[in-house]
T-cell receptor
Framework: DTAVSQTPKYLVTQMGNDKSIKCEQN?????MYWYKQDSKKFLKIMFS???????INETVPNRFSPKSPDKAHLNLHINSLELGDSAVYFC????????????FGSGTRLTVV | GESVGLHLPTLSVQEGDNSIINCAYS??????FIWYKQESGKGPQFIID?????DKRQGQRVTVLLNKTVKHLSLQIAATQPGDSAVYFC?????????????FGKGTKLSVIP
C-alpha cells in the first residue's frame, strides 16, 4: 500500500488554466506538507497543515490554495497557471514527535505550456 | 540566504569506490540534520540522521560525519553501487510558532559508473 499518494503523476496544461493536485496519506500522520522542486532539484516548502489547520504558508502566490478536507488529505489548487509554475510538486506527511518521520509522495510533474 | 547548502552539485564515482557528499550549514545553533536520497521519479527518502551531540553515526554502508567547528557534515557511502545513483540532500528541521518544517540543501547528484 502506498503511504503517501499523489495524483496525477504528470500534468500538462496551458497557461491560464486552473488545476488541482491531490494528496492522500494512509499513515495516520498529523501533519502534511507541500514542497515545490524546481528544475535544479531545489526543494522548498510551500504549505504545512496540522490536523486540517494551516500552519505554514511560505511566500507563495495566492494563486496557490491548499485545502485539507481531513487530516489524511491535502490538496493543492492552482489558479491561472503560469509558465514559472512548471515544477515537481511533492506532498509529504509527518507524525508529531518524530523528527525524522517524513514520508514523501512520488511527486507530480506539472508542465505549463 | 539558505542555512543548509552543498559544496558539490555533481559527483561521479566508480562502482565499488567510496563516495563522499558534503554539506555546509550556517546556523551554529543547528542541532539535528537528516540526509535524504531522491531517486529519479521518486520523492526523497530518509537515509540517516545525526544530532549535534554526536560526531559520527553509522548505518548500513552509510556514515554521516558532523563537524560543528566548521559547520560541515558529510555523507559517506561505502562500496558505491549503481543503485546509489540519486540526488542526495542534507536537510535541517526548523520548528517554531507551532510549525515544523524541513529546509533542504541544494542537493548533490551522484552518478555511479559501472
Amino acid at each position: 500500500d502506498t503511504a503517501v499518494s499523489q495524483t496525477p503523476k504528470y500534468l500538462v496544461t496551458q497557461m491560464g488554466n486552473d488545476k488541482s493536485i491531490k494528496c492522500e496519506q494512509n499513515l495516520g500522520h498529523d501533519t502534511m506538507y507541500w514542497y515545490k522542486q524546481d528544475s535544479k532539484k531545489f526543494l522548498k516548502i510551500m504549505f504545512s497543515y496540522n490536523n486540517k489547520e494551516l500552519i505554514i504558508n511560505e511566500t507563495v502566490p495566492n494563486r496557490f490554495s491548499p485545502k485539507s478536507p481531513d487530516k489524511a488529505h491535502l490538496n493543492l489548487h492552482i489558479n491561472s497557471l503560469e509558465l514559472g509554475d512548471s515544477a515537481v510538486y511533492f506532498c509529504a506527511s509527518r507524525n508529531l514527535g518524530q523528527d525524522n518521520g517524513y514520508t514523501f509522495g512520488s511527486g507530480t510533474r506539472l508542465t505549463v505550456v | 540566504g539558505e542555512s543548509v547548502g552543498l559544496h558539490l552539485p555533481t559527483l561521479s564515482v566508480q562502482e565499488g569506490d567510496n563516495s563522499i557528499i558534503n554539506c555546509a550549514y550556517s546556523n551554529s545553533a543547528s542541532d539535528y540534520f537528516i540526509w535524504y536520497k531522491q531517486e529519479s521519479g521518486k520523492g526523497p527518502q530518509f537515509i540517516i540522521d545525526i544530532r549535534s551531540n554526536m560526531d559520527k553515526r553509522q548505518g548500513q554502508r552509510v556514515t554521516v560525519l558532523l563537524n560543528k567547528t566548521v559547520k560541515h557534515l558529510s555523507l559517506q557511502i561505502a562500496a558505491t553501487q549503481p543503485g546509489d545513483s540519486a540526488v542526495y540532500f542534507c536537510a535541517e528541521p526548523h520548528s517554531g510558532a507551532g510549525s515544523y518544517q524541513l529546509t533542504f540543501g541544494k542537493g548533490t547528484k551522484l552518478s555511479v559508473i559501472p
